[in-house]
């Protein structure tokens, strides 16, 4: 059994690349299975997972490294459900330091060997590109210390949306990448597909990827904790019950409330990200960092049958309270405008607490 951790950045992409390598390797014969994770109860990539057929297991309410006793009985849970040929686990995009925390525990205590495993770490490349280029990025010193410290312990390192750039500008980066991180192996990739992702799965198929003979990663866990606070998380979950055109137009004008209120308050977005759902479909949408604002591309023509189910995940660089307001206002504001029957079934706000991990293996 082969275990892919995916790790970077919020709104890199390693949730599309996963689901876009898991259909290439069932279609190949092969059993797949995810482990997601991530701060809160109710887990968008999860759901999202599942509505695609791609059996998942979940460690939420913290990261593998702070949870890695949730991680080995996750894999436990995987390995008895499916017996998997492929599993790819998916960390939180604030978390760092995997190698140590997740990696090491696997072979000390799992009995694996380094060719079993490895680590992928994913960019956006426009995000890469302005760091490289010496651009402020859209967030705090702390959070661009857990960018960096997750780009450095990759050993594959995924230049992703590669596809939103023209072809020179990613021989560019690509360019620029190598220079900037010479022991890494670097690849471009537009994730949105099976075949987008085949060459990353060729790589990790063929040959060792363990970062086994690297130094421990340096990482300083007052910053580091420091970046991964001052993203405040929000989870929530709406039942919406009206017909099919006012459902739409209630979600349609919730996603346009949300952008201008983020957008006018000015709050970097790490990730935002929503699930709709009703007995016979699906839509994911996602917000990612203030260079997406556009990626919210709602069908509004759908079919939409009641009851509909909204699952929302936020990481805004802003504090619990102001995270929980915006987005009570935002709904209040909608109910004003349509006043149809939304139920909050539940939702909560929260700073992730500072990371602890269980273990922290440094040979
Ligand atoms: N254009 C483009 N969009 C992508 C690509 N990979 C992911 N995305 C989009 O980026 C957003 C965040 O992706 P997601 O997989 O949820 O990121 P994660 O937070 O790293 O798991 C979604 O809207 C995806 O559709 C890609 O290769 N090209
Ligand atoms: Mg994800």
Redesign the pocket.
């Known amino acids: 059994m082969k275990i892919h951790m995916v790790g970077?950045f919020?709104?890199?992409?390693?949730?599309?690349?996963i689901i876009s390598a898991a259909k290439l390797l069932i279609r190949q014969g092969l059993t797949v299975g995810v482990i997601t994770n991530d701060q809160g109860k109710y887990l968008v990539?999860t759901n999202f997972m599942r509505l695609e057929d791609i059996p998942t297991v979940e460690v939420n309410g913290g990261c593998f490294c702070c949870n890695y006793t949730d991680f080995d009985e996750s894999l436990d849970k995987l390995v008895d459900q499916i017996q998997p040929d492929v599993v790819f686990a998916?960390s939180v995009?604030s978390c760092a330091d995997v190698v140590a925390t997740v990696l090491q525990p696997l072979l000390q205590f799992k009995d694996k060997s380094p060719e079993d495993i490895s680590l992928s770490v994913?960019t956006d490349a426009r995000l890469l590109r302005a760091y490289l280029d010496g651009l402020d990025l859209p967030f705090q010193d702390g959070v661009i210390y857990v960018f960096e410290k997750q780009i450095e312990e990759a050993s594959i390192l995924i230049l992703?949306?590669?596809?939103?750039m023209d072809v020179k500008q990613g021989e560019e980066l690509l360019k620029k990448a190598k220079e900037r991180y010479p022991d890494k192996i670097i690849l471009k990739?537009?994730?949105?597909t099976p075949e987008?992702v085949s060459s990353w799965l060729n790589l990790m198929a063929e040959e060792e990827h363990y970062p086994l003979d690297k130094k421990p990663l340096s990482i300083n866990y007052q910053v580091y904790g420091a970046g991964e606070q001052v993203l405040a998380w929000y989870d929530g979950v709406y039942e919406i019950n009206a017909d099919s055109k006012q459902v739409a137009d209630w979600i349609s004008s919730f996603l346009s409330g949300l952008q201008k209120a983020i957008k006018s308050k000015n709050i970097p977005v790490g990730?935002l990200?929503l699930l709709i759902r009703d007995s016979h479909k699906h839509q994911k949408i996602?917000m990612?960092s203030l260079y997406e604002m556009e990626?919210f591309q709602f069908r509004p023509n759908d079919e939409w049958k009641s009851p509909v189910t909204l699952l929302i995940n936020a990481r805004l660089e802003c504090s619990q309270l102001e995270i929980s307001q915006l987005m009570q206002s935002v709904f209040n504001q909608n109910q004003k405008e349509h006043a149809l029957l939304v139920k909050i079934v539940d939702e909560e706000a929260f700073h992730p607490g500072f990371p602890t991990p269980t273990h922290r293996l440094i040979q």
């Open positions: 970077g919020l709104g890199s992409g390693k949730t599309t690349a990539d998916e995009g994913f992703n949306k590669i596809d939103l990739q537009t994730s949105l987008g990730h990200k996602s990612t990626e």
